[in-house]
């Protein structure tokens, strides 16, 4: 469990801070991204668990954080009818990409892993190692947070997420 109060979480808000705060990326909050998981607690996650080991690696972990936090910066319903899951996956991120170009100047890295994040869906290959992390992060979120989803579906129990205390 992350402590909120730890240094590494207090750096970690800082360098998201501007993004966190924007209208643009708190309407997250109101879009479900996987079972009991709003989508601006997923972005949070895979954030932050990026800032971690890139930070720990000696890479980029500024851009791994920031781009962390808008890689799934879109606002439909991807668990709609009107969209297959292939279609989502191959669209997404550039949707992403373009809202938060809106939102904020990108690095060529933080573009990098925002447009390629969904690696090993199809021919995409990222060109930093940052993305990569990211990519991984965001599907170890992904699974760690529908596994939480069918278990309080079996449980009926809600236990809180660790991270992203601020988040709703
Ligand atoms: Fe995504
Ligand atoms: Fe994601």
Same mark, same amino acid.
């Given at each position: ?21 924007? &209208? ?6 109101? *879009? !479900? ?5 709003? %989508?601006?607690?997923? *972005? ?10 890139? %930070? %720990?690696? =000696?890479?980029?972990? /500024? ?22 899951? +292939? ?10 990409? +373009? ?11 933080? %573009? ?13 290959? &990222? !060109? ?12 170890? *979120? ?13 449980? =009926?129990?809600? !236990? +809180?997420? &660790?991270?992203?205390? /601020?988040?709703?």
């Amino acid at each position: 469990m992350v402590d909120a109060n730890n240094n590494l979480y207090r750096e970690f808000l800082d360098v998201i801070e501007d993004l966190f705060d924007a &209208p643009e990326f708190q309407r997250l909050s109101e *879009c !479900r991204h996987h079972y009991g998981v709003s %989508r601006m607690q997923h *972005c949070i996650n895979v954030a932050y668990y990026s800032f971690v080991v890139c %930070r %720990r690696l =000696g890479l980029d972990y /500024r851009a791994a954080a920031r781009a962390g936090l808008l890689h799934d910066l879109f606002y439909y319903d991807w668990n709609s009818e009107t969209m297959s899951f +292939k279609q989502h996956a191959y669209s997404h991120s550039k949707e992403a990409l +373009k809202n938060a170009e809106k939102l904020t100047e990108l690095t060529e890295l933080e %573009r990098d892993i925002i447009k390629n994040h969904m690696w090993l869906c199809g021919a995409i290959w &990222p !060109r930093y190692r940052e993305t990569y992390i990211v990519s991984v992060a965001d599907k170890i *979120c992904a699974l760690w947070e529908a596994c939480r989803g069918v278990r309080i579906k079996a449980t =009926g129990m809600a !236990r +809180k997420i &660790p991270i992203g205390s /601020r988040a709703a």
